[in-house]
């Protein structure tokens, strides 16, 4: 073994995909890549998510306690990196990248037409958010484009280093 630079340990842990997170706020939608999420339960499906005061999104998802999550596969990786840098204070991102919003069932920010899948979801708590930017949203709403089979997802791993997903392997488990 040998020492690792702490601002690598980020590389390593970082598992889920790179997602694109929507939010509505006067009138106005957004749309902001995030890849700082994890599930804290599954029944209901409960996801911790950071989202910096310093994005525009912020004050959106806080005022308004409602976003969607949006699920991209790997032919929308160089639109989900522009997205990341560049915010939505100077731009409307749906317009600048050509991306479709569509309505959705539950809450009002909108789903993204060309993601294989579309979580729509309510702030639940938010008593991490003064000390650490971290929500805890509740899945009140999930959709699936059946036209996009077997899609692969990226997964940052820092300084502009994307992972694909791999090959899948079933092993032996206690529930199916």
Request: a positive charge; glycine letters at 4%; hydrophobic letters at 45%.
């Amino acid at each position: 073994m040998k020492d690792l630079a702490l601002s690598k340990v980020y590389q390593l842990l970082e598992p889920g995909p790179a997602v694109l997170l929507t939010t509505a706020h006067k009138g106005r939608a957004n749309i902001m890549t995030m890849s700082w999420h994890m599930m804290v339960e599954f029944e209901p499906p409960l996801v911790a998510c950071v989202v910096s005061n310093a994005n525009y999104s912020f004050a959106a998802l806080r005022a308004t306690k409602e976003c969607v999550i949006a699920i991209p596969a790997l032919k929308l990786a160089p639109i989900v990196v522009e997205i990341g840098n560049c915010s939505g204070r100077d731009a409307d991102k749906f317009k600048r990248f050509s991306l479709t919003p569509e309505l959705a069932e539950r809450v009002t920010p909108p789903l993204v037409a060309e993601c294989f899948a579309n979580l729509e979801c309510r702030v639940i708590d938010t008593r991490l958010v003064n000390a650490f930017n971290i929500f805890i949203l509740e899945v009140v709403k999930a959709w699936i484009d059946p036209a996009q089979k077997n899609p692969k997802t990226i997964h940052h791993h820092g300084y502009g280093n994307f992972v694909v997903d791999g090959e899948m392997i079933k092993l032996k488990s206690k529930k199916p």
